[in-house]
């Protein structure tokens, strides 16, 4: 069985600037610049979220070209850029594997194909759906696999913020319960019954806080 935990959960925004404001309100502190993804013509703001796992805030590059396919995290989607000009979103959670071959193998629904990214001499493997959706809405994760080395977010910034727990409401739970299971990350979420929702849980200098 994989080794599975979180790596990282994404916050989508309208633009950087509107992100970094939000989140300074809602958290408490400014998320710092990352980088830019030049596969999909986005890019991000990071920083520590306990347990060798980041925040990550991201939106699309206004500077960047066209990337040719269709952006991650749905956000190319209508409806999506519509919600985050409204205010930042959770759009996914991240769970880092040692073996995501066996993860693909064993999950019963399509998680997309497998993307190669790297910068520097850093390398990593993502599932991406290929029309930029993300599985059952993002309440299942992507998977990623990285190189050999030090996690990237013992290179990123602390600031008192920790990812406490992941939550996905969703009208059946016990269905969702039973993917999570087979993909070996039902320990990693907290399930609810409800309209199909997710939500981050997070620790912060101003106290707990649910951003959804």
């Not at 916050?11 to 990352?34: N, Y």
Request: hydrophobic share 40%.
């Amino acid at each position: 069985m994989p080794t599975n935990k979180i790596d990282h959960f994404a916050i989508g925004a309208d633009t950087l600037e509107q992100g970094v404001d939000a989140m300074k309100d809602a958290l408490g502190v400014e998320v710092p610049r990352g980088s830019k993804h030049d596969a999909m013509s986005t890019h991000n703001c990071v920083m520590q979220a306990g347990n060798e796992s980041f925040f990550e805030l991201i939106a699309i590059d206004p500077d960047a070209p066209d990337p040719g396919r269709t952006r991650w995290f749905t956000l190319d989607d209508q409806t999506t850029q519509a919600r985050l000009v409204e205010r930042p979103r959770p759009l996914c959670w991240v769970v880092g594997t040692d073996d995501l071959d066996a993860v693909i193998a064993a999950s019963p629904i399509d998680l997309g194909e497998v993307v190669d990214f790297a910068r520097g001499d850093r390398t990593w493997r993502l599932t991406v759906p290929a029309d930029g959706s993300l599985p059952m809405g993002g309440l299942l994760p992507a998977f990623i696999e990285w190189s050999p080395g030090p996690h990237p977010s013992t290179g990123q910034q602390n600031l008192g913020v920790t990812l406490t727990q992941v939550h996905l409401r969703h009208p059946d739970p016990g269905s969702l319960s039973e993917i999570l299971s087979k993909l070996g990350v039902d320990h990693l979420a907290a399930i609810h019954e409800g309209a199909a929702a997710l939500s981050f849980e997070l620790d912060t200098p101003e106290g707990s806080v649910t951003l959804d």
